[in-house]
T-cell receptor
């Protein structure tokens, strides 16, 4: 599958700060997904995006599907300690039905 | 009730051994998957089964053999384990809606395999 470029690799933030991460690909994607993985658990879907330009929120999380269909970003506002984990972007490229994952962004929140 | 469950949670074994990881989903889904997460947390699909038939088989050594006895189970058997097989293996499932677009995948808690 197509490998996604996700950045930053890790973030250390203070509680209350906003977090932003993004994902890019050389291929066009029809769907962009954002997952969160907590220690010892499997990834859990946070937000799914289906249309270019789409902006979707889930509580303090907001994600956007880039206009070019080759990128997406995820914002977390007013971070809290339970936001710690690894956040993955993922998606099936338009020429592939398999799910490709980014390398993940590890978020650590300091109280 | 756990939607997607895997056993065991941890597996420590010697090189050369044969081991199996079991996966069960109680969501009534048609499609099940196995993913490998390496030490750098990179997730990569290995296999996918739809209604007990293999539909995705990535470039995985043939020491890895998935077995789907029924729609709710997809087990992973690994022969002649090697050091490089150490990783976390995730099972996932999705409902094949048959329509355009992507069907959400639900992941199990993972099995951490350590080969010594």
């Amino acid at each position: 599958g197509q490998q996604l470029n996700q950045s930053p690799q890790s973030m250390f933030i203070q509680e209350g700060e906003d977090v932003s991460m993004n994902c890019t690909s050389s291929s066009i994607f029809n769907t962009w997904l954002w997952y969160k993985q907590e220690p010892g658990e499997g990834p859990v879907l946070l937000i799914a995006l289906y249309k270019a330009g789409e902006l979707t929120s889930n509580g303090r999380l907001t994600a956007q599907f880039g206009i070019t269909r080759k990128d997406s970003f995820l914002n977390i506002s007013a971070s809290i300690p339970s936001d710690v984990g690894i956040y993955f972007c993922a998606g099936p490229p338009s020429n592939d039905y398999k799910l490709s994952f980014g390398a993940g962004t590890t978020v650590t929140v300091r109280a | 009730d756990t939607a997607v469950s895997q056993t065991p949670k941890y597996l420590v074994t010697q090189m050369g051994n044969d081991k199996s990881i079991k996966c069960e989903q109680n969501l009534g889904h048609d499609t099940m998957y196995w993913y490998k997460q390496d030490s750098k947390k990179f997730l990569k699909i290995m296999f996918s089964y739809n209604n007990k038939e293999l539909i995705i088989n990535e470039t995985v050594p043939n020491r890895f053999s998935p077995k789907s006895p029924d729609k709710a189970h997809l087990n992973l058997h690994i022969n002649s384990l090697e050091l490089g097989d150490s990783a976390v293996y995730f099972c996932a499932s999705s409902q094949d809606t048959g329509g355009p677009g992507w069907d959400e995948q639900f992941f199990g808690p993972g099995t951490r395999l350590t080969v010594l």
